[in-house]
T-cell receptor, first 118, second 113 residues
Framework: GAVVSQHPSWVICKSGTSVKIECRSL??????MFWYRQFPKQSLMLMAT?????????EQGVEKDKFLINHASLTLSTLTVTSAHPEDSSFYIC??????????????FGEGSRLTVL | GNSVTQMEGPVTLSEEAFLTINCTYT??????LFWYVQYPGEGLQLLLK?????DKGSNKGFEATYRKETTSFHLEKGSVQVSDSAVYFC????????????FGTGTRLLVSP
């Protein structure tokens, strides 16, 4: 099946610094990628939808200036957590939709990136 | 709006027991329904799916039937294994409007030998 890779898988940073997380589709082209945040013992919360070559669409309540999303190519989207604070500590997961073939609704997920802000 | 409701966990079973994880949904139109599984330390993987009423999705011994009359998509397995221990997410995607995947809260399954 299609593979989506996230990097880094975990990162620890100091409060006030910025952290970039990459999401790559390795064997397919993804016009649309999604960024989720997963809290302990809770479901995935959709943060934003990233379309290649255009601005991301953020869900209500998600600060676009805090969580910068860039989707510069059909295989790469990045999430930058700016001026991170301890409350931003979470598990961030990206997913991608394969642009080729019939649309089945299936998304392919990265392994997730655990961010810990000290 | 669209939503998915799952039974709360954790579900604790002995090996070879029968598993049911309930999932009901609310959606406009005719959504596609999915079960995703998240093994410890890993990302989500698609387990099975159904795209229309009365369809049955199946994979790795797991099954779920799309029941439109009861708006349900319960996950079942006849005989669980320790390796099935994971978090299971029910999800839907609408066939109308902008198609975003909506997840339930997840149900943790713990299988003991």
């Amino acid at each position: 099946g299609a593979v989506v890779s996230q990097h880094p898988s975990w990162v620890i940073c100091k409060s006030g610094t910025s952290v970039k997380i990459e999401c790559r589709s390795l064997d397919f082209q993804a016009t649309t990628m999604f960024w989720y945040r997963q809290f302990p013992k809770q479901s995935l919360m959709l943060m934003a939808t990233s379309n290649e070559g255009s601005k991301a669409t953020y869900e209500q309540g998600v600060e676009k200036d805090k969580f910068l999303i860039n989707h510069a190519s059909l295989t790469l989207s990045t999430l930058t957590v700016t001026s991170a604070h301890p409350e931003d500590s979470s598990f961030y997961i990206c997913s991608a939709r394969d642009r080729t073939g019939p649309y089945t609704g299936e998304l392919f997920f990265g392994e997730g990136s655990r961010l810990t802000v000290l | 709006g669209n939503s998915v409701t799952q039974m709360e966990g954790p579900v604790t079973l002995s090996e070879e027991a029968f598993l049911t994880i309930n999932c009901t949904y609310t959606a406009t139109g005719y959504p596609s329904l999915f079960w995703y599984v998240q093994y410890p330390g890993e990302g989500l993987q698609l387990l099975l799916k159904a795209t229309k009423a009365d369809d049955k999705g199946s994979n790795k011994g797991f099954e779920a039937t799309y029941r439109k009359e009861t708006t349900s998509f319960h996950l079942e397995k006849g005989s669980v294994q320790v390796s099935d221990s994971a978090v299971y997410f029910c999800a839907l995607i609408s066939n109308t409007g902008f198609q975003k995947l909506v997840f339930g809260t997840g149900t943790r399954l713990l299988v003991s030998p």
